[in-house]
């Protein structure tokens, strides 16, 4: 059974900077490609970021050169560190599986102006 959760999210003011967590409670976490999701009121879901097992990365335009997706395989943790934070940004923070599709419980980002 896969489980992951997610940590780290709060409020900040714009400009400012957060990371975030999500520990996975996974067999074989090194060859998962794992994933940020957010969800803002009244939107759809939207991936954010996207890492693979060999440490290639993907990311959502709005969030290029301010966000940084990462993983510690030993530690089954995949990080978002989140600078120069925007109003923009503010929505719930999910990670995600790949290999089995579990999401976690979600985080939420607050960003104020």
């Known amino acids: 059974q896969v489980q992951l959760v997610e940590s780290g999210g709060g409020l900040v003011q714009a400009g400012g900077s957060l990371r975030l967590s999500c520990a996975a409670s996974?067999?074989?976490?090194?060859?998962?490609?794992m994933e940020w999701y957010r969800q803002a009121p009244g939107n759809q879901r939207e991936l954010v970021a996207r890492?693979?097992?060999?440490?290639?990365?993907n990311y959502h335009d709005s969030v290029k050169g301010r966000f940084t997706i990462s993983r510690d395989n030993a530690k089954k943790i995949v990080y978002l560190q989140m600078n120069s934070l925007k109003v923009e940004d503010t929505g719930v923070y999910y990670c995600?599986?790949?290999?089995?599709?579990?999401w976690g419980q979600g985080t939420q980002v607050t960003v104020s102006s």
């Open positions: 890492i693979n097992s060999g440490g290639s990365t």
């Open positions: 995600s599986d790949l290999w089995s599709g579990a």
């Open positions: 996974v067999t074989r976490f090194s060859i998962r490609g």
